[in-house]
């Protein structure tokens, strides 16, 4: 009996690729698993949007507190809330099977548009320690929804043609129309799956067109319902240094910042450029799969420059995998004949790409240097101390951290809640001076856009008052009590 040892060495190695790869998805599922097990304290914003889930059935109509978030994903969350027993797990839990779901659904795009062994390897590595996308499947956020419905569409453009019969057709429009109801981000990639199919299949388009009815219905309404969202002064303003249109420098130093907050640092900026670079001028074989990939980016930044979309951080998450498989496309294009030198760029590039990124995660996840508002501790230590004539204190921006997690805690004591933000840390204890004499304050804080400064201002004050004690974290969470 002849063996050829060729195809078993070739099976073997296909064998042990396909169990680092498992490994590399488990890490990812791990990750993700134990920063959700933290079971950290919402922060303001995950306040504020749960605040919309207890107070409200109608996610049709604008969200309290400045909030914005897809009505079906508000749905979910509040079907999840009344359903599962912890509730703020609860209403993680749609934004933690999103993250898991999206490490399989990336693996099956990265496939479609990565060709060797490396390149697939590392995209799969990076997206699964990426901080940020294990960030947000512990919070809750529609992001990591976000990242899972964008993926599923773009991984939709390669069964296009699968759907030759009228039903099928329609029922694609479908999801496209659901998808966009789940994650507003995903409007970009459904645009950019038509787009490409347009450009590249012109004749075929005609056959799927049909799809773009029920698509163009539920776009239309998802619009109808949110235009409030487009109008808001608040959010335009809110989000004003993420729009593009400021010059050339402004841009970069924009882009640098969202590459370092998905990475850690900016260095893989510069290979994802290079990247971009090879793909126009070299890659004539990929051009279909190139432009699905850059379609959504290039349409952000469109519409950042006409001030309709800030590009930027978490708003632009969705957008990760996209990064990725651009940095990981280096490794496709990497054709060195002399085996040494061709495994030493590949080393050297794979250590550029993933290195930085999971020094990033060990950080962040295991080390614990996330950034973390917890009232609740203070709200405690307020619960076990405060007499009855004393007064709580709410300082400026953490009103909304107070409003949700009250209800956990039976204070009859008076608060104070400052309603004004002050422009400077000493108009702010010019404020605090003027407070009434001769009354115990517990002053409370976990938010604020300059929490050292603050927390240090606010300490150099308290300081010498009567009563003086303060309880804080690494955190700059804090409780001050003083006595005027």
Same mark, same amino acid.
């Given at each position: 009996?002849?063996? !050829?040892?060729?195809? $078993? *060495?070739?099976?073997?190695?296909? =064998?042990?690729?396909?169990?680092?790869?498992?490994?590399?998805?488990?890490?990812?599922?791990?990750?993700?698993?134990?920063?959700?097990?933290?079971?950290?304290?919402?922060?303001?914003? *995950?306040?504020?949007?749960?605040?919309?889930?207890?107070?409200?059935?109608?996610?049709?109509?604008?969200? @309290?507190?400045?909030?914005?978030?897809? %009505?079906?994903?508000?749905?979910?969350?509040?079907?999840?809330?009344?359903? &599962?027993?912890?509730?703020?797990?609860?209403?993680?839990?749609?934004?933690?099977?999103?993250?898991?779901?999206?490490?399989?659904?990336?693996?099956?795009?990265?496939?479609?548009?990565?060709?060797?062994?490396?390149?697939?390897?590392?995209?799969?590595?990076?997206?699964?320690?990426?901080?940020?996308?294990?960030?947000?499947? %512990?919070?809750?956020?529609?992001?990591?929804?976000?990242?899972?419905?964008?993926?599923?569409?773009?991984? +939709?453009?390669?069964?296009? !043609?699968?759907?030759?019969?009228?039903?099928?057709?329609?029922?694609?429009?479908?999801?496209?129309?659901?998808?966009?109801?789940?994650?507003?981000?995903?409007?970009?990639?459904?645009?950019?799956?038509?787009?490409?199919?347009?450009?590249?299949?012109?004749?075929?388009?005609?056959?799927?067109?049909?799809?773009?009815?029920?698509?163009?219905?539920?776009?239309?309404?998802?619009?109808?319902?949110?235009?409030?969202?487009?109008? +808001?002064?608040?959010?335009?303003?809110?989000?004003?240094?993420?729009?593009?249109?400021?010059?050339?420098?402004?841009?970069? @130093?924009?882009?640098?910042?969202?590459?370092?907050?998905?990475?850690?640092?900016?260095?893989?900026?510069?290979?994802?450029?290079?990247?971009?670079?090879?793909?126009?001028?070299?890659?004539?074989?990929?051009? @279909?799969? =190139?432009?699905?990939?850059?379609?959504?980016?290039?349409?952000?930044?469109?519409?950042?420059?006409?001030?309709?979309?800030?590009?930027?951080?978490? &708003?632009?998450?969705?957008?990760?995998?996209?990064?990725?498989?651009?940095?990981?496309?280096?490794?496709?294009?990497? =054709?060195?004949?002399?085996?040494?030198?061709?495994?030493?760029?590949?080393?050297? /590039?794979?250590?550029? &790409?993933?290195?930085?990124?999971?020094?990033? +995660?060990?950080?962040?996840?295991?080390?614990?240097?996330?950034? !973390?508002?917890?009232?609740?501790?203070?709200?405690?230590?307020? %619960?076990?101390?405060?007499?009855? *004539?004393?007064?709580?204190?709410?300082? !400026?921006?953490?009103?909304?951290?107070? *409003?949700?997690?009250?209800?956990?805690?039976?204070? +009859?004591?008076?608060?104070?809640?400052? $309603?004004?933000?002050?422009?400077?840390?000493?108009?702010?204890?010019?404020?605090?001076?003027? /407070?009434?004499?001769?009354?115990?304050?517990?002053?409370?804080?976990?938010?604020?856009?300059?929490?050292?400064?603050?927390? %240090?201002?606010?300490?150099?004050?308290?300081?010498?008052?009567?009563?003086?004690?303060?309880?804080?974290?690494?955190?700059?969470?804090?409780?001050?009590?003083?006595?005027?």
């Amino acid at each position: 009996m002849r063996v !050829d040892m060729g195809n $078993e *060495e070739a099976l073997n190695k296909n =064998n042990i690729f396909n169990i680092l790869l498992i490994i590399v998805l488990a890490v990812g599922c791990i990750l993700r698993i134990l920063f959700y097990s933290y079971s950290r304290p919402f922060w303001n914003d *995950e306040c504020a949007l749960a605040l919309n889930i207890l107070n409200t059935w109608n996610y049709f109509k604008p969200l @309290e507190y400045g909030q914005a978030a897809p %009505q079906l994903f508000m749905y979910g969350s509040k079907l999840a809330y009344y359903l &599962l027993p912890s509730k703020e797990l609860a209403l993680r839990i749609i934004p933690l099977f999103s993250s898991l779901g999206s490490l399989i659904v990336f693996y099956l795009a990265a496939k479609r548009f990565l060709i060797k062994h490396i390149s697939l390897f590392s995209a799969c590595l990076l997206f699964s320690i990426c901080y940020p996308l294990c960030d947000y499947a %512990q919070q809750f956020k529609p992001y990591s929804t976000d990242v899972l419905i964008s993926l599923l569409v773009i991984l +939709s453009y390669f069964y296009i !043609d699968k759907f030759v019969n009228l039903k099928t057709k329609l029922l694609y429009g479908l999801f496209y129309g659901l998808a966009i109801w789940f994650s507003f981000p995903s409007v970009f990639t459904v645009i950019s799956v038509y787009l490409t199919y347009f450009i590249f299949n012109p004749k075929k388009f005609k056959q799927i067109a049909v799809s773009l009815l029920p698509f163009g219905i539920s776009l239309a309404g998802l619009y109808i319902a949110n235009a409030n969202l487009m109008g +808001s002064s608040y959010l335009h303003n809110y989000w004003q240094y993420a729009f593009i249109n400021k010059g050339f420098w402004a841009f970069m @130093e924009l882009l640098i910042d969202n590459i370092g907050y998905v990475f850690g640092y900016g260095l893989p900026l510069f290979l994802i450029l290079i990247s971009i670079l090879f793909m126009v001028f070299k890659d004539d074989n990929r051009r @279909e799969s =190139n432009f699905l990939l850059c379609c959504p980016v290039l349409i952000v930044l469109i519409c950042s420059y006409f001030e309709i979309y800030p590009f930027s951080t978490r &708003l632009i998450l969705f957008l990760i995998p996209v990064f990725i498989l651009l940095g990981a496309k280096l490794f496709d294009y990497i =054709n060195i004949p002399v085996k040494c030198v061709y495994y030493t760029a590949v080393i050297l /590039l794979s250590l550029m &790409l993933i290195a930085p990124a999971s020094l990033y +995660s060990f950080n962040k996840i295991f080390l614990k240097t996330y950034d !973390d508002e917890d009232i609740v501790t203070a709200l405690k230590l307020t %619960q076990n101390n405060i007499k009855k *004539e004393d007064v709580i204190y709410i300082s !400026d921006g953490n009103s909304i951290l107070y *409003e949700y997690y009250k209800r956990y805690f039976n204070f +009859s004591n008076p608060v104070i809640t400052d $309603e004004v933000r002050f422009t400077s840390e000493e108009e702010y204890v010019n404020h605090l001076n003027s /407070l009434p004499k001769g009354v115990t304050y517990y002053w409370i804080f976990a938010h604020h856009p300059n929490k050292m400064e603050r927390l %240090q201002s606010v300490y150099k004050w308290a300081r010498n008052k009567q009563d003086f004690r303060i309880y804080h974290d690494n955190k700059s969470n804090a409780l001050i009590i003083f006595t005027m």
